[in-house]
Every structure is written in structure tokens, then in C-alpha cells.
T-cell receptor, first 114, second 114 residues
């Protein structure tokens, strides 16, 4: 079974631009979560989607948004990029059940904002 | 929301030494607890989990016991190997209510010397 895939793997953007990252979950997984990983703040939860609905949201500004499609694929968007948005963005998928369970992570998208 | 505190590294040990990485948490109720590992050049993956109080999760010689009295989930291994060198993250659900998404500790970088 194919793992979680993320595209693109690397991205360089300029401050003020916007960016869209894509995530394809493991086949059959209906929940997709997004995380930001930086050396200073570590791994931080952005949001989670299930059946095209945002079920959970972390403490990030409204510049960070996401969506999920009917095939469970997900995208996240960051508008008006800031230098501090440079990070590794990880996507994770799970079967989704009664409570938060095991998540399967993709390799990440390395975003550099200049 | 839920939160987790873990000892930060780097932690440097010799091969065959005993390992303990401390993790304590703050949460509503009794959520599942997780240890994830990030090996060099690889994605984040689940190492072990425990779903209720006094449960012991184990995998690859690592163990962690869910202690609700001390709100702890310390990771232990009796004899570490060079191949255990990685970054270890303690985690629990970001919030309750069945939605996915995890909150992670800052990570402990473990270095095992031959």
C-alpha cells in the first residue's frame, strides 16, 4: 500500500506571496492532519480534516487554511507569506475512529520564504 | 488544550546503556499516549502507544507505561544500539472529542556512540 505523499517536496517563495501544498493520504484513510515543524517551535498542529470538514484546528493565524476533497486528498494554503513561515510542513493520515489514533506521516514539504 | 513536556537533548549514550526519556502530560480525561520516532533521513513514524491507564506500550525493545497518577509516559530501553540514534517525540491528542491531530513534545535527540 502506498504511503502518504506530499507535493512539492521543496519550495522557495518570496515574502508576501501565497503557497499551496498538497497531500495524498494512504488509500482508505479519511482523516488528514497538517503540522508545521521548525527548529524553534518543534512540531505544531495546524488542522485536521475528515470527510471534507475541518474537525480540529491548532493555534495558527487565519493566513493558514486548508481543505479536503471528496477523495480525501488535502491541500493547505498559506497566504501573505512571512519569513517565519519557513518550515517543514508535514501531512499525516489516519483511519479516524472514536479517538485520535495512529497517524502515518508523509515526507514533508520544505518551504523556504525569502 | 492538551500539552506535553519531554526532556530535551541531545542525549548521548554509549551502546548497550540504559535509556530513559522523560515525558509528562496535561490533558482532560485519559487520552491515548504515543511515542513517535524520526530516524535520520526518514519520516516520522509511530514507535509505540498506550490507550489507557497502566497500559504498557512496547516495540523494538522500547517500552513506556501509562501512569495516570504521575501523568507520565516515560520511554525506556534496556540496551540501546547505534541504530536507535534518532529524534523521539512524546505525543497525545491535541484535544478530545474524537478528532484527530496530535500535540507533540519538543523532541529528544538521542545519539548512541559505539
Amino acid at each position: 500500500k502506498a504511503g502518504v505523499t506530499q507535493t512539492p517536496r521543496y519550495l522557495i517563495k518570496t515574502r508576501g506571496q501565497q503557497v499551496t501544498l498538497s497531500c495524498s493520504p494512504i488509500s482508505g484513510h479519511r482523516s488528514v492532519s497538517w503540522y508545521q515543524q521548525t527548529p524553534g517551535q518543534g512540531l505544531q498542529f495546524l488542522f485536521e480534516y475528515f470527510s471534507e470538514t475541518q474537525r480540529n484546528k491548532g493555534n495558527f493565524p487565519g493566513r493558514f487554511s486548508g481543505r479536503q476533497f471528496s477523495n480525501s486528498r488535502s491541500e493547505m494554503n498559506v497566504s501573505t507569506l512571512e519569513l517565519g513561515d519557513s518550515a517543514l510542513y508535514l501531512c499525516a493520515s489516519s483511519l479516524a475512529g472514536q479517538e485520535a489514533g495512529e497517524q502515518y506521516f508523509g515526507p514533508g514539504t520544505r518551504l523556504t520564504v525569502t | 488544550g492538551n500539552s506535553v513536556t519531554q526532556m530535551e537533548g541531545p542525549v548521548t549514550l554509549s551502546e548497550e546503556a540504559f535509556l530513559t526519556i522523560n515525558c509528562t502530560y496535561t490533558a482532560t480525561g485519559y487520552p491515548s499516549l504515543f511515542w513517535y520516532v524520526q530516524y535520520p533521513g526518514e519520516g516520522l513514524q509511530l514507535l509505540l502507544k498506550a490507550t489507557k491507564a497502566d497500559d504498557k506500550g512496547s516495540n523494538k525493545g522500547f517500552e513506556a507505561t501509562y501512569r495516570k497518577e504521575t501523568t507520565s509516559f516515560h520511554l525506556e530501553k534496556g540496551s540501546v544500539q547505534v541504530s536507535d540514534s534518532a529524534v523521539y517525540f512524546c505525543a497525545l491528542p491535541y484535544s478530545g472529542g474524537g478528532a484527530d491531530g496530535l500535540t507533540f513534545g519538543k523532541g529528544t535527540h538521542l545519539i548512541i556512540q559505539p
